[in-house]
């Protein structure tokens, strides 16, 4: 099976810097996939790293290392919009584009 | 691009009866769609993979024969829940998978916007 990993909650003020870390193990691992997903409503795709280092899209950016099975989601110049939870998704080979999700962490942005 | 809808968005019914609820990817073709429900602060639990122009692959613990999935075409997959009762109250979530830039063997999921159903 696969465990992924990541904290509950996280709140921080507006304007400020959030990480939030995800930690996976599995095998045949085939990409991480980050998701935002406000209350009520569906997932939508944020980022997908398959190989390692840092992607940047704008005020987020997501890490990955393959070998410490750890990603993180890196939210800057963060807006009360941003309140949310956040979803890392694994795939893996052998399960073609199946997509196995973490609890979420919710994050809530204070003035 | 990648835009999936769904609907209805949101139906209350009685015990018993069957509810169907569709999914659509508007501006590409998917192979695959796959069938998702969320309970309240949970994250999404997969119910099932759909392929067009097969029989859908179950997750262990699903019924089959209780919600049922058709793939008729590459931009529309149905879920029919048959002889709903309260505990199948959820937030069911369809999402359409479509090639990932750059090339990579993986496809994304774009998911649609959710049909909140309630069984009464």
């Known amino acids: 099976g696969q465990n992924i990993d990541q904290p509950t909650e996280m709140t921080a003020t507006e304007g400020a810097i959030v990480q939030i870390n995800c930690t996976y193990q599995?095998?045949?691992?085939?990409?991480l996939f980050w998701y935002q997903q406000h209350a009520g409503e569906a997932p939508t795709f944020l980022s997908y790293?398959?190989?390692?280092g840092l992607e940047e899209k704008g005020r987020f950016s997501s890490f990955l290392s393959r070998s410490k099975g750890y990603s993180y989601l890196l939210l800057k110049e963060l807006q009360m919009k941003d309140s949310a939870s956040y979803l890392c998704?694994?795939?893996?080979?052998?399960?073609?584009?199946?997509?196995?999700f973490g609890g979420g962490t919710r994050v809530l942005v204070k003035p | 691009g990648a835009v999936v809808s769904q609907h209805p968005s949101r139906v209350i019914c009685k015990s018993g009866t069957s509810v169907k609820i569709e999914c659509r990817s508007l501006d590409f073709q998917a192979t695959t769609m796959f069938w998702y429900r969320q309970f309240p602060k949970q994250s999404l639990m997969l119910m099932a993979t759909s392929n067009e122009g097969s029989k859908a692959t179950y997750e262990q613990g699903v019924e089959k024969d209780k919600f049922l999935i058709n793939h008729a075409s590459l931009t529309l997959s149905t879920l029919t829940v048959t002889s709903a009762h309260p505990e199948d109250s959820s937030f069911y979530i369809c999402?359409?998978?479509?090639?990932?830039?750059?090339?990579?063997?993986?496809?994304?999921?774009?998911f649609g916007p959710g049909t909140r159903l309630t069984v009464l």
């Open positions: 999402s359409a998978a479509s090639r990932t830039s750059g090339g990579v063997s993986t496809d994304t999921q774009y």
């Open positions: 998704a694994v795939t893996i080979k052998a399960a073609g584009n199946k997509l196995t």
């Open positions: 599995t095998s045949g691992f085939n990409g």
């Open positions: 790293n398959v190989l390692d």
